[in-house]
T-cell receptor, first 112, second 114 residues
Framework: KAGVTQTPRYLIKTRGQQVTLSCSPI?????VSWYQQTPGQGLQFLFEYFSETQRNKGNFPGRFSGRQFSNSRSEMNVSTLELGDSALYLC???????????FGPGTRLTVL | EDQVTQSPEALRLQEGESSSLNCSYT??????LFWYRQDPGKGPEFLFT???AGEEKEKERLKATLTKKESFLHITAPKPEDSATYLCAVQATSWSGGYQKVTFGTGTKLQVIP
């Protein structure tokens, strides 16, 4: 069974640009969550989607947004990038809300 | 606000030297506690889910236990390949929406020396 895939794996952007990250969950999983991981803050929850609906949102500014498609694939978008947005962005899928999560390898975003 | 605190932040063990990692939490409406292992440059890997106080789960050299306020990850006779960051996460019912949110601790970085 294929795991969670994330694309791209690495990304370099400059301040002010925007970026879109993609996540394909494990087949059959309907819940997708996004996290930002930095050395200082650890794993910070961004948002969770279930059946194309955002079910939960973390404390991030509106520049961070996401969506989920009918096939459960998800994208997150960050507009007007700032230096502090440099981080590892992780996507996790689960069968349903409340189940254990399976993480992808992450997208390493560097903002210059 | 839900809080998850892991200790110690870092732990260095000799191969074969058993120890425990701690995860203490303050949440309302705990629905589950999860342990993950994360290797450098990779996403976290699921280890265990615990749902109620008194529950225990085992996998190879790892055993996770849960009380009403904390969880322990016991590592028996660790090997160098157990070196990783171990993350604890709690799932609780949100105050406002009834949905379930997950809060991660900052992890314990374990190094096992041969």
């Amino acid at each position: 069974k294929a795991g969670v895939t994330q694309t791209p794996r690495y990304l370099i952007k400059t301040r002010g640009q925007q970026v879109t990250l993609s996540c394909s969950p494990i087949s059959g999983h309907r819940s997708v969550s996004w996290y930002q991981q930095t050395p200082g803050q650890g794993l910070q929850f961004l948002f969770e989607y279930f059946s194309e609906t955002q079910r939960n949102k973390g404390n991030f500014p509106g520049r961070f947004s996401g969506r989920q498609f009918s096939n459960s694939r998800s994208e997150m978008n960050v507009s007007t990038l700032e230096l502090g947005d440099s981080a590892l962005y992780l996507c996790a899928s689960s069968l349903r809300e409340g189940n254990e999560q399976f993480f992808g390898p992450g997208t390493r975003l560097t903002v210059l | 606000e839900d809080q998850v605190t892991q200790s110690p932040e870092a732990l260095r063990l000799q191969e074969g030297e058993s120890s425990s990692l701690n995860c203490s939490y303050t949440v309302s409406g705990l629905r589950g506690l999860f342990w993950y292992r994360q290797d450098p440059g990779k996403g976290p890997e699921f280890l265990f889910t615990l749902y109620s106080a008194g529950e225990e789960k085992e996998k190879e050299r790892l055993k996770a236990t849960l009380t009403k306020k904390e969880s322990f990850l016991h590592i028996t006779a660790p090997k160098p390949e157990d070196s990783a960051t171990y993350l604890c996460a709690v799932q609780a019912t949100s105050w406002s929406g009834g949905y379930q949110k997950v809060t991660f601790g900052t992890g314990t970085k374990l190094q096992v020396i041969p």
